[in-house]
């Protein structure tokens, strides 16, 4: 076998992963966004590459590989990734989390990294280590971008978002940058919304929300290009909101009607904490912030811009 050590490194792979793989692997039927908010879309992608690679890595070394045997346990293994993979997520569907196609690809991209360090050095091993590093790096550059954009979002706070850095956009669910129409800097958020009954979708904030407990408003300019008026719901969960159910009596909710043009929405925090019915809002905890459409007969478009807290 080349690549990793013989039966020394074997063993402590088996000591370190295998309980590890043991631990983790539950937390693929449970809903963490229930008990610690939205959990960062990244943290997926980065959990099932590093989870099936690790479990490849283990395949691969049991039992000991010889050389000529590469090709066929890359294949049986890749094959069980595969299987395995695609039982999680059909167990998913049946547990309240939603299967996707995209994990499945991303369990098959970390088995792949992991396989090839047990290629032949010479041309098998550049295949492998070229094809598996592409695929890693297609599946993982949304996710590294992602994170990338939390640390600037960070550094922002208290403003949410300008929409003035490459990759602000990013951290909203739906939505282009906008230079044709911006309230602060040089660019907003054009979010289009699709005709549909009460409530149709909008955008949510997946990230840069920070402890609001000490500032006294939360500011947000809205554009309408049109004259019709525009009537928008906005949103405000906490972690607590997503671990209890995900009640609508369990979150702040408010209405808009937006006019011709710019509009600017202040809403005091102190109102937004005093939001759900049966408790207050934990500021510092805050866990999305979502603008919807309501009643939509025909697409609309609106524009975001300048969403901050101020004192």
Same mark, same amino acid.
């Given at each position: 076998?080349?690549? =990793?050590?013989?039966?020394? &490194? ?7 992963? %295998? /309980? ?10 449970? @809903?963490? +966004?229930?008990?610690?908010?939205? %959990? ?34 890359? %294949?049986? %293994? ?24 995209? $994990? ?16 032949? /050095?010479?041309?098998? #091993? ?18 590294? =971008?992602?994170?990338? +954009? ?8 208290? !403003?949410?978002?300008?929409? @003035? ?9 739906? &939505?282009? /940058? ?17 005709? &549909? ?5 909008? !955008? ?6 920070? $402890? ?13 290009? $049109? ?15 997503? #671990? ?16 011709? &043009?710019?509009?600017?929405? #202040? ?15 934990? =500021? ?10 309501? +009643? ?12 901050? =807290?101020?004192?």
């Amino acid at each position: 076998m080349s690549g =990793l050590p013989e039966a020394a &490194g074997i063993k402590r792979l088996y000591w370190l992963s %295998v /309980p590890l793989l043991i631990g983790v692997l539950p937390l693929f039927f449970i @809903d963490l +966004d229930r008990w610690i908010g939205a %959990v960062p879309p990244e943290v997926h992608a980065l959990g099932h590459v590093a989870f099936f690679g690790v479990l490849a890595l283990v395949l691969m070394a049991l039992p000991p590989l010889r050389r000529r045997q590469f090709a066929q346990r890359a %294949v049986l %293994v890749l094959l069980i990734i595969l299987v395995v993979g695609s039982a999680v997520e059909v167990a998913q569907g049946f547990l309240g989390r939603s299967p996707s196609l995209r $994990d499945v690809a991303l369990n098959l991209v970390g088995a792949m990294a992991a396989v090839s360090l047990f290629a032949r /050095p010479g041309v098998q #091993r550049r295949v492998f280590v070229g094809l598996a590093g592409t695929l890693l790096v297609a599946m993982l550059a949304a996710p590294a =971008l992602d994170l990338a +954009d939390r640390a600037v979002a960070r550094a922002q706070f208290p !403003t949410l978002a300008e929409f @003035d850095t490459p990759l602000e956009h990013r951290r909203w669910s739906n &939505g282009q /940058p906008s230079e044709t129409i911006a309230r602060a800097g040089s660019r907003s958020l054009r979010i289009e919304l699709a005709p &549909g009954s009460w409530p149709s979708f909008g !955008t949510h904030m997946q990230r840069s929300f920070g $402890d609001w407990s000490g500032y006294g408003y939360l500011e947000l300019s809205l554009f309408n290009p $049109d004259d019709e008026p525009l009537r928008l719901g906005l949103s405000i969960r906490d972690r607590e909101h997503f #671990r209890t159910g995900r009640s609508y009596r369990n979150r702040y909710a408010t209405r808009m009607e937006l006019d011709w &043009g710019w509009n600017d929405v #202040r809403i005091p925090v102190a109102e937004i904490r005093d939001g759900p019915e049966e408790r207050p809002l934990d =500021l510092d905890q805050i866990a999305e912030l979502a603008i919807f459409a309501l +009643d939509l007969e025909r697409p609309r478009v609106v524009f975001l811009d300048r969403v901050r =807290l101020v004192e």
